[in-house]
């Protein structure tokens, strides 16, 4: 009985370079460095020039669920990549195309 889970490889590779997770980490780290800033370094300067509303700590929250929601987004639908042709020989025969180029007769 095959697997039909034998193609998982190619995958697994294609989601290496998605962009969903690369926002998302791009996201977490923002996002946790404007949090930690906003929770720790803000002055009372700054709250006045932004109207009373700590702006580092609700932007970086709202980075964090965005990192959520991308992560969450590409685990739920993953890329899927089209199934490999059974046989990946191509038309120029098994080794492939002559390497001297075409026959001259």
């Given at each position: ?45 700054d709250l006045d020039r ?16 965005g990192a959520a929601a ?8 993953p890329i899927r990549l ?24």
């Amino acid at each position: 009985m095959t697997d039909p889970e034998a193609g998982a490889e190619p995958a697994a590779k294609a989601g290496l370079f998605d962009l969903r997770r690369i926002l998302a980490l791009l996201f977490v780290v923002y996002g946790t460095v404007l949090t930690v800033m906003g929770a720790t370094v803000t002055s009372q300067s700054d709250l006045d020039r932004a109207g009373g509303v700590n702006v580092n700590l609700w932007v970086g929250v709202g980075m964090l669920i965005g990192a959520a929601a991308f992560a969450g987004w590409a685990a739920l639908r993953p890329i899927r990549l089209p199934p490999a042709p059974a046989h990946p020989e191509s038309a120029d025969g098994p080794e492939g195309p002559d390497p001297a180029g075409p026959d001259p007769r």
